[in-house]
């Protein structure tokens, strides 16, 4: 079967994200918004709640992988293919702070048949880089979507 081009394959990126994200209930309880999703690419928001600070009054960076992980997430579905994390590895570059609008942007740097790498960078709402994280995709049988 051919890949689908142009708004064909956005417009399935689309219903992908939208399908996986009523399944999501992580992300949804961390409220996490998706922004924009392409094909191999989504962008997903977050608001730095007073509950996910850690004990330096920062927010956790098991919380900022979170996100990352989601963006990513949604970057490798996109093209309608069940695709789950087979690594990911982040590095934190600046604290979080309660209040904070974080933006993870992933895109897809290379994909095969079963495998990707995904670049991921989490920045805060003045477009400081606050994480970069990269995982590593696997594609498992079935679809995201069959709508």
Known sequence: MSQPR????????????????????????????????????ARLAMQVRPDMLNGHDVCHGGIIFALADSAFAFACNSHNESTVAAAGAIDFLAAARAGDELMAAAVELWRTKRNGIYEITVTNQRGERVALFRGRSYRIDGQVTSE
């Open 6 to 41: 142009g708004q064909e394959a956005q417009e399935l990126a689309e219903r992908c994200a939208q399908a996986l994200y009523r399944r999501d209930r992580a992300s949804q309880a961390l409220g996490m918004r998706i922004v924009e999703v392409r094909p191999g690419q």
